[in-house]
């Protein structure tokens, strides 16, 4: 862990390093972690990335630290295909320089009137970010000027030249002074794309992060809401009703693997669990277990997994949210091979959400929330599991001694219907708790509110750009309390406080766990009342 490189190791000036932590980003991304040096060093660099790793900052920290705030002129300008990436991008590079005011960025780009854009250019930026069509029409206008530009920053341009800005990009190069820094951004590297760094690009640096194939289209992604003391009772009704062949149910520790390994024996499943303490020996002999049949649910560590290969795995559950994103990508890929399909279900407590999102975002997965199962959805799957296997002993016949038996004690008075439905209720009591739903019981006694109100903990914060209006709005609108209702709203990094009246605390509670803020899923939650630290 403390091998991985730190913003702290790149020399930043300290308002970018306190913008860095106020967006909340904790350690460089890979493509950061290779790229930054390689630029603060001056030289020119190709840098190919997937989409969502973090590219903009990859530049975007250099390139402002290089940025002069006393000379009035365009220093730096960063080209991209589309106005929203412009857009995307201007943002980006606006969060970094929170704390340098007197460095300015324009976005130019096609739809906005170029009047606004002028008189933006004359007050001076020191910054542009544009489209290379509109930013040869600021240059046929002569409103920009870029003989004092010392980087040019071409991102995503694989796509640009899909897009068939080829020939401007090679006018607008053509007048930023040689001795500028070129630095070429994309997701693929393509033949063209090779041909316009080495026109362009004087010896440059080719850095590349290639992540896990992360779009795997046959599996099946689901989370399920769940907080840590009820996870056993979840799994156990989950792989009832999955009803799986071949499970691996994956755990963040080994220590975890192991407990729940026991509990879920004890629960009269066939388990077992791998862990990366274990000997040679002791391995092959579960996973021996497990390709036989002999044991249908592993339990294992992200460790002990890297060397599992089988084919048939229906189902991987995240017992716990993986720390890491590559994690979360190879843990799903055990399911879903050799072209069948598979499911893979994550179970998130509330503290896990800023990590989900975070999975969602790199693997550039959209990862819907499903309710938790429930004992009636256990019973229906049981219920037409009994059913299939009813026609089946019809249709293999051999019932005689059934039949007489049955004539024999109703005497013809019961009706065929009654009595099948009384064998099936009989076979469904067996085993099976009573069918009452058990709906966790919420407490809002103590949430630490004023009185009279109740205190939410919501698992959005000012890192995913969440203000007071957000919250106001969202439960406002889903609600139908009035905002003024609402009380305290208190904003913190990863997550939030808010205080609603106590007779709307249900309504909201149940409302807006199926709800968003700013697109993020709430992770509501009543507050505790001995953790109101401020
Ligand atoms: P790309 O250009 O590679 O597609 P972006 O630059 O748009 O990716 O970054 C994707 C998201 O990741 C953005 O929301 C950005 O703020 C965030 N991000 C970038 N670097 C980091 C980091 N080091 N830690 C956490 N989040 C980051
Ligand atoms: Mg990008």
């Known amino acids: 862990m403390n091998s991985r490189i730190q913003f702290s190791d790149f020399n930043l000036s300290k308002e970018v390093g306190k913008a860095i932590e106020d967006m909340g980003f904790e350690e460089p991304s890979p493509i950061q972690a290779l790229a930054i040096p390689l630029i603060q060093a001056g030289r020119d660099v190709t840098a190919q990335a997937q989409t969502g790793t973090g590219k903009t900052a ?15 002129s365009v220093q730096a300008i960063v080209l991209c295909p589309t106005r ?4 995307q991008i201007a943002e980006e590079f606006s969060s970094l320089l929170a704390h340098m005011p007197r460095i300015l960025v324009l976005p130019v780009y096609g739809g906005q009137p170029i009047e606004r854009q002028l008189r933006a250019l004359q007050t001076g930026v020191h910054i542009v970010i544009g489209t290379p069509g509109r930013v040869m029409d600021h240059l046929n206008r002569r409103t920009l000027k870029l003989d004092d530009v010392a980087t040019v920053v071409l991102d995503e341009a694989d796509q640009m030249l899909d897009m068939g800005f080829r020939d401007d990009i090679e006018i607008i190069l053509k007048k930023v002074p040689q001795s500028r820094q070129t630095l070429l951004f994309s997701a693929t590297l393509p033949q063209p794309i090779i041909e316009i760094s080495k026109r362009f690009q004087n010896k440059p640096e080719f850095v590349r992060v290639q992540y896990a194939e992360l779009t795997v289209p046959q599996i099946s992604q689901s989370y399920i809401e769940v907080k840590d003391r009820e996870k056993l009772d979840v799994l156990c009704r989950l792989i009832d009703l999955e009803d799986p062949q071949l499970a691996i149910i994956f755990c963040n520790t080994k220590r975890r693997a192991e407990e729940l390994s026991g509990k879920v024996r004890a629960r009269g499943y066939r ?19 497990f390709r036989k049949g002999s044991i249908d649910i592993l339990i294992a560590t992200d460790v002990a997994a890297r060397g599992i290969d089988v084919d048939d ?6 017992y716990d949210v993986p720390q890491d994103v590559e994690y979360y990508v190879h843990r799903i890929g055990r399911t879903g091979r050799a072209g069948k399909s598979g499911k893979a279900i994550t179970f998130v407590a509330p503290r ?47 019932l005689e001694q059934y039949i007489r038996i049955i004539e024999a004690e109703t005497e013809g008075d019961l009706q065929t ?57 969202a439960i406002a609108g889903e609600t139908g309390i009035p905002g003024k209702a609402i009380g305290a709203i208190r904003i913190l990094d990863a997550y939030s406080f808010v205080e609603v009246p106590k007779e709307h605390a249900n309504d909201v509670y149940t409302i807006m766990k199926e709800r968003t803020i700013r697109n993020q899923p709430t992770g509501i939650e009543p507050a505790s009342a001995g953790k109101r630290s401020y």
């Open 313 to 318: 795995v229906d189902i991987v559950i995240n």
């Open 417 to 473: 219907i009654e009595i099948a439905a009384a064998l099936l209720k009989i076979q469904m009591e067996v085993g099976n708790e009573p069918a009452a739903e058990k709906r966790p019981e919420v407490d809002f006694a103590d949430t630490g509110a004023e009185p009279g109100m109740v205190r939410f903990f919501l698992g959005v914060g000012r890192q995913h750009k969440v203000a007071p209006k957000d919250i106001v709005g």
């Open 271 to 289: 388990a077992d669990e791998l862990h990366g303490d274990m000997k040679q020996s002791q391995r092959d002999r579960v996973m021996g277990g």
């Open 58 to 72: 990859a530049f975007g920290i250099p390139v402002i630290e290089k940025i002069d705030p006393t000379r009035r």
């Open 352 to 398: 896990d959400f800023t990590k989900l999102r975070e999975i969602m975002h790199y693997a550039k997965v959209q990862i819907p929330r499903i309710p938790v199962p429930s004992e009636s959805d256990v019973a229906a799957t049981r219920t037409k599991v009994m059913i299939d296997r009813v026609h089946e002993i019809i249709a293999a016949g051999g």
């Open 84 to 87: 929203e990436l412009c857009i």
